[in-house]
């Protein structure tokens, strides 16, 4: 099991552009939650995916969304990029009822110019 | 609202000295509390977790609820320990997303 695995492992965009990063939970896990961590900061929560349906969200714009698919892979989506997304994304997958411990990934390096 | 907070940014130490890396807490309710840590070039992990009440790595983390603290402990620091070090609070039930601290960079020198 290669554990929560995420793509592309950098990203460069624009500002205004759209991004949408990847992220396969490990083995045996369902549920899926997205964090923001900007340079020099602890990562922030931006929402939570399971049975395909966001079940939580953080306090981020709408610009931020998200996708969870039947096979419990998820998707996110953030539009109209600012410079302040510039951040290190991080993927997280659970089980919903287990122990609450969440798996993270490596994350995703994303810079907008 | 739930918050972590981790008053340091950095803490240096020498082989052999104790540690202890500072995390308080609030939240109304009964939180779950976690450390995570981050090694250089590797991804965030988890550490330990109150609940489990378990010794790992040597550290230790005792959940002081009327201070509403989680301090991490370990007596006899080791050069291998360095790493950035993140204090996690989670609600129960529907709320399970993970607050974290800014997080505490322990460097430990030879």
């Known amino acids: 099991d290669a554990g929560v695995t995420q793509s592309p492992t950098h990203l460069i965009k624009t500002r205004g552009q759209q991004v949408t990063l990847r992220c396969s939970p490990k083995?045996?896990?369902?549920?899926v939650s997205w964090y923001q961590q900007a340079l020099g900061q602890g990562p922030q929560f931006i929402f939570q995916?399971?049975?395909?349906?966001?079940?939580q969200r953080g306090n981020f714009p709408d610009r931020f969304s998200g996708h969870q698919f039947p096979n419990y892979s998820s998707e996110l989506n953030v539009n109209a990029l600012l410079l302040g997304d510039s951040a290190l994304y991080l993927c997280?997958?659970?089980?919903?009822?287990?122990?609450?411990?969440?798996?993270f990934g490596p994350g995703t390096r994303l810079t907008v110019t | 609202a739930q918050r972590v907070t981790q008053p340091e940014k950095l803490l240096s130490v020498f082989k052999g000295a104790p540690v202890e890396l500072k995390c308080n807490y609030s939240?109304?309710?009964?939180?779950?509390l976690f450390w995570y840590v981050q090694y250089s070039r590797q991804r965030l992990q988890l550490l330990l977790r109150?609940?489990s009440r378990e010794s790992i790595k040597g550290f230790t983390a005792d959940l002081n609820k009327g201070e509403t603290s989680f301090h991490l402990k370990k007596p006899f620091a080791q050069e291998e320990d360095s790493a950035m070090y993140y204090c996690?609070?989670?609600?129960?039930?529907?709320?399970?997303?993970?607050?974290f601290g800014k997080g505490i960079t322990l460097s430990v020198r030879p």
């Open positions: 109150h609940i």
């Open positions: 995916y399971y049975e395909e349906e966001e079940r």
């Open positions: 997280a997958s659970s089980l919903l009822g287990g122990t609450y411990e969440q798996y």
């Open positions: 939240y109304s309710g009964s939180p779950e």
């Open positions: 996690a609070l989670s609600g129960t039930g529907a709320n399970s997303k993970l607050t």
């Open positions: 083995s045996g896990h369902d549920t």
